[in-house]
């Protein structure tokens, strides 16, 4: 048996461009012999697919799903490499019937295993197929739900660039009649727009732990010294930094961008709960936006090849 070198790894993915562990699979299967190799990864169909599994998927769509009570809500990032595929029907069809299966789920479970509707196959194969069918990597990358916790919450919905950033929200009113009120629910479709165009990261400051914090002081101390600040002026200037940083990261501490002028977010919320007899709140919120997080890599063979051959 000729050894299963990184050499004929690198020859074998050179000449099919399927991926490392594929290669080397076959290698071992055909004892070592490169044409043999080939044929077995020309005989499994998986070149193309294969080919594609190392790419960055930061394109796609965000897709959000609520039901017709406002009770419940589902927010689905899939991800493919081009916005030309991402507008395709084969795409947006699978996206649709992720979504379903996602709204079918319980919040937390993996989607990749489970029944692709109107098939026998799991997504995860759908999903493969159509890798081989677009030559792009698709990747289901996350999805999250919320659900409404009392008869006043509503979950709202709002989708920014045609599925490029979404936003989730769950709000409540004093009652379930309160909940229908147009003014309630145009300040709950605010807020959403709002967080898709400030990026809170949090709804109120109590939500923020006490090492988030500290570590946010460190950042402002390193900031005075470098500025060349006088240490004994450094405690009261970072209070007020961290004050103004609540401001920023905070849904309620926020400015808000559809009525200039007026106040905070939450400043409007105490007074929209005023005129609905009760208590205004805004429980959680989801934001999705379109391949944020994801760096793309240097691709580095030498480094590839020796991972898969060590030991």
Not at 20 to 45: N, Q, R
Not at 123 to 145: P, Y
Request: charged share 30%; net charge neutral.
């Amino acid at each position: 048996m000729t050894d299963i070198t990184p050499a004929r790894i690198k020859e074998l993915r050179e000449r099919t461009q399927a991926g490392m562990s594929d290669c080397k699979t076959a290698l071992v299967e055909a004892g070592g012999d490169i044409d043999k190799a080939v044929e077995i990864i020309l005989k499994k169909g998986i070149v193309k697919a294969a080919s594609r599994a190392g790419k960055v998927a930061t394109e796609g769509e965000v897709r959000t799903w609520v039901s017709a009570d406002k009770k419940k809500g589902v927010i689905v990032e899939v991800n493919c490499q081009t916005d030309f595929v991402a507008r395709g029907d084969d795409f947006r069809g699978f996206v649709t019937k992720v979504t379903e299966v996602a709204v079918a789920s319980k919040k937390g479970e993996e989607l990749g295993g489970k029944t692709y509707p109107g098939t026998s196959d799991t997504i995860d194969t759908v999903r493969q197929q159509m890798v081989a069918k677009t030559g792009e990597n698709t990747v289901i990358r996350r999805w999250d739900a919320l659900d409404a916790s009392s008869d006043g919450c509503i979950v709202h919905a709002y989708v920014h660039m045609g599925g490029k950033l979404a936003v989730l929200i769950e709000a409540a009113a004093p009652s379930a009649d309160a909940s229908k009120n147009a003014d309630f629910t145009a300040f709950v479709e605010n807020c959403a727009m709002q967080i898709a165009a400030m990026s809170p990261i949090v709804v109120k400051k109590e939500e923020i732990t006490e090492s988030e914090i500290a570590k946010q002081k460190e950042i402002f101390q390193a900031q005075l010294k470098e500025e060349g600040k006088p240490e004994q002026a450094w405690p009261k200037i970072i209070e007020g930094k961290v004050a103004k940083w609540f401001t920023e990261v905070t849904l309620l501490g926020q400015d808000n961008v559809w009525a200039p002028g007026e106040g905070s977010i939450d400043k409007l919320r105490q007074e929209l709960g005023k005129k609905l007899g009760g208590e205004v709140l805004i429980h959680k919120f989801l934001r999705f936006g379109l391949g944020e997080g994801i760096e793309k890599k240097t691709d580095d063979l030498a480094a590839e090849v020796a991972k898969m051959t060590a030991g």
